[in-house]
């Protein structure tokens, strides 16, 4: 079956820096993709990964590794602003978006 | 960038009654829509694909009859629940991707919170 993993939970101080693992297995692969979900709000597009290698934008990085099936989200500077949860989610093979069930990250001043 | 407005933002109504959620891309034309299901503090459900033009595809377990899906036209789509009972109140949010864009994201709408009472 299909699966994409990451922690449920993480928490990190104001000012610092996290990182955000998600791992999968998947029936094919065209992509990658990083959301932020506010409480109560609709998910937001953070990043797209389909090559190997970083992308980053800002604040915000993404790491993917193809043949280890890895990939993670780099927060840098971090401010009260990005408490929320962190969604992964991976195209297949037939364009189906596999999603992860979330990363709530607790920002604390 | 690619934008996906849905209204209602929020609506309540009495058990028993049907309400509409309306979902359009602003900016590009989506073949494909997608609705999904969030409960408080739990992971996005995608309930059906909605295609232009033809039948909605349901996940397992989502009631076809139950959830209307239309999608007329390329800019549209539409879900009806019907006969709403309280344990379908939840966050409501549709999505599309503009396809002609690549491997373009999802973009989502700001959801619609359903009440019902």
């Known amino acids: 079956g299909q699966n994409i993993d990451q922690p449920t939970e993480m928490t990190a101080t104001e000012g610092a820096i996290v990182q955000i693992n998600c791992t999968y297995q998947?029936?094919?692969?065209?992509?990658l993709f990083w959301y932020q979900q506010h409480a109560g709000e609709a998910p937001t597009f953070l990043s797209y990964?389909?090559l190997d290698g970083l992308e980053e934008k800002g604040r915000f990085s993404s790491f993917l590794s193809r043949s280890k099936g890895y990939s993670y989200l780099l927060l840098k500077e971090l401010q009260m602003k990005d408490s929320a949860s962190y969604l992964c989610?991976?195209?297949?093979?037939?364009?189906?978006?596999?999603w992860g069930a979330g990363t709530k990250l607790i920002i604390k001043p | 960038g690619a934008v996906v407005s849905q209204h209602p933002s929020w609506v309540i109504c009495k058990s028993g009654t049907s309400v509409k959620i309306e979902c359009r891309s602003l900016?590009?034309?989506?073949?494909?829509m997608f609705w999904y299901r969030q409960f408080p503090k739990q992971s996005l459900m995608l309930m059906a694909t909605?295609?232009?033009?033809?039948?909605?595809?349901?996940e397992q377990g989502v009631e076809k009859d139950k959830f209307l899906i239309n999608h007329a036209s390329l800019t549209l789509s539409t879900l009806t629940v019907t006969s709403a009972h309280p344990e379908d109140s939840s966050f409501y949010i549709c999505?599309?991707?503009?396809?002609?864009?690549?491997?373009?994201?999802?973009?989502f709408g700001n959801g619609t919170r359903l009440t019902v009472t």
């Open positions: 990964n389909v």
């Open positions: 989610a991976v195209r297949d093979s037939n364009y189906q978006l596999i």
């Open positions: 900016d590009f034309q989506a073949t494909t």
């Open positions: 998947t029936s094919g692969f065209n992509g």
């Open positions: 999505s599309a991707s503009d396809r002609g864009t690549g491997n373009s994201p999802l973009h």
């Open positions: 909605s295609n232009e033009g033809s039948k909605a595809t349901y």
